[in-house]
T-cell receptor, first 118, second 115 residues
Framework: AQKVTQAQTEISVVEKEDVTLDCVYE???????LFWYKQPPSGELVFLIR??????QNEISGRYSWNFQKSTSSFNFTITASQVVDSAVYFC???????????????FGSGTQLTVLP | DGGITQSPKYLFRKEGQNVTLSCEQN?????MYWYRQDPGQGLRLIYY???????QKGDIAEGYSVSREKKESFPLTVTSAQKNPTAFYLC??????????????FGPGTRLTVL
C-alpha cells in the first residue's frame, strides 16, 4: 500500500521568511512519481512540479525549490522569501500505475495550510 | 481556453435526494477522475475513468455513481445511500499515455451541503 504523510498541518510565517513543507512517502514500487499541488482559497488545485523516482536532482523554479531524497523517502518543498500570495494549502501526492498502460491514481497527503503574514 | 469546468459551484441537497455534479473538459484527455475533499484531509478518489463507457471504483465509491458516455463529460451522482455527502468535490483529467507520467488537471470544485 502507498501512503503520503505531511506532518505539518499548519504553518505561519512572516513575509520574506523562507519556509519548508515536508513530505514523506511510502511505496513498494520502484517506479513512481511525486507531485506537489497548490490549492488557493478558490479551491482549484494547481500543479507545481512532478519528479520521477529515478531522478534525484533537486529542482529550483524561481522562489520554489524541491529536495527529493530517495534514501529518506522525502520530497520536501521550500519557498524562499515567501509572499502573501503563497498562502494556500499545499498537497504532496504519489502516483503509481494502476494497471499496464492505464490511468494513474494519485495518493494525496493531508495537506499543509501555509499562511504568510504581511 | 482549454480546461475543466464543474457546475454548480455550490449545491444544497435535502436528505434522501440524489444530486448530480457536472464535470466537462475540453483538453481531449482520456482519463477523468472524481475526488472528495473533507476539511483538514487530502483528496480521496471516488471513481475514475480511463476511456468512454468504462469506469472503475476508487477508494470511497460507496453511495456514488458515475457515467462516461462522452469523452469530455464525467458526471457524478451522489445518491441517498451516501451517509455523509457534505464535502468539496473535485473533478480532474489527465492524458492517458501508457508509461508516460502526467499530471492531473483539476476543475474549480463543487461544494455540496446536505441540509
Amino acid at each position: 500500500a502507498q501512503k503520503v504523510t505531511q506532518a505539518q498541518t499548519e504553518i505561519s510565517v512572516v513575509e520574506k521568511e523562507d519556509v519548508t513543507l515536508d513530505c514523506v512517502y511510502e511505496t513498494r514500487d520502484t517506479t513512481y512519481y511525486l507531485f506537489w499541488y497548490k490549492q488557493p482559497p478558490s479551491g482549484e488545485l494547481v500543479f507545481l512540479i512532478r519528479r520521477n523516482s529515478f531522478d534525484e536532482q533537486n529542482e529550483i523554479s524561481g522562489r520554489y525549490s524541491w529536495n527529493f531524497q530517495k534514501s529518506t523517502s522525502s520530497f520536501n518543498f521550500t519557498i524562499t522569501a515567501s509572499q502573501v500570495v503563497d498562502s494556500a494549502v499545499y498537497f504532496c501526492a504519489l502516483s503509481l500505475q494502476i494497471s499496464s498502460g492505464s490511468a494513474r491514481q494519485l495518493t494525496f497527503g493531508s495537506g499543509t495550510q501555509l499562511t504568510v503574514l504581511p | 481556453d482549454g480546461g475543466i469546468t464543474q457546475s454548480p459551484k455550490y449545491l444544497f441537497r435535502k436528505e434522501g435526494q440524489n444530486v448530480t455534479l457536472s464535470c466537462e473538459q475540453n483538453l481531449n484527455h482520456d482519463a477523468m477522475y472524481w475526488y472528495r475533499q473533507d476539511p483538514g484531509q487530502g483528496l480521496r478518489l471516488i471513481y475514475y475513468s480511463q476511456i468512454v463507457n468504462d469506469f472503475q471504483k476508487g477508494d470511497i465509491a460507496e453511495g456514488y455513481s458515475v457515467s462516461r458516455e462522452k469523452k469530455e463529460s464525467f458526471p457524478l451522482t451522489v445518491t441517498s445511500a451516501q451517509k455523509n455527502p457534505t464535502a468539496f468535490y473535485l473533478c480532474a483529467s489527465s492524458i492517458n499515455l501508457g508509461l508516460a507520467y502526467n499530471e492531473q488537471f483539476f476543475g474549480p470544485g463543487t461544494r455540496l451541503t446536505v441540509l
